[in-house]
């Protein structure tokens, strides 16, 4: 069973704003020409990790204390979370490609697609926590 742990609403915010740190750093890495673009994907990961579970504390619901984004998307019974099938395999960036040198073979395409990803799915994050919607 997964542990969970009910944090306060206001921390959403927290979240948000170092997820949007994350997603700096993802772009940054991306325009650097980074050795490791593997590094890119785990940051824009980390966003949509963050992005989740800052929706998930402002409506009160216990977080998965997890970095696996599926266990964390199902905590969503509305099931309303934009682009959730595109990002169900990135725990890998946050895992296992950690330790890996340069296995992942990213095209400049890929790359792309996550940072949109991950930058939409932080901008609906904002807007659910800003409006203070309740599951």
């Known amino acids: 069973m997964t542990k969970t742990r009910k944090f306060r609403p206001a921390y959403a915010h927290e ?3 170092v997820a949007a740190g994350d997603l700096d750093s993802a772009q940054l890495l991306a325009v650097g020409q980074a050795k490791r673009k593997e590094n890119i994907l785990f ?4 966003v949509v990790e963050k992005a989740l579970k800052a929706v998930l ?3 009160g619901i216990p977080v998965p204390l997890v970095h696996d984004l599926p266990i964390i998307l199902d ?4 099931r309303q979370v934009p682009f959730e099938e595109d990002v169900g395999d990135w725990g890998q960036f946050a ?3 950690r330790y890996e040198e340069g296995v992942a073979d990213l095209t400049e ?4 697609g996550a940072l949109k990803i991950a930058a939409a799915i ?5 807007v659910e926590v800003k409006t203070g919607v309740l599951g």
Do not use: G, P
Not at 122 to 126: D, G, Y
């Open 15 to 17: 979240l948000l704003s």
């Open 109 to 112: 395409e890929e790359i792309t």
């Open 57 to 59: 504390c402002a409506r």
């Open 43 to 46: 940051h824009c990961q980390q």
């Open 75 to 78: 905590r969503f019974v509305d």
């Open 95 to 97: 895992a296992i490609r």
């Open 122 to 126: 932080l901008s609906w994050a904002e």
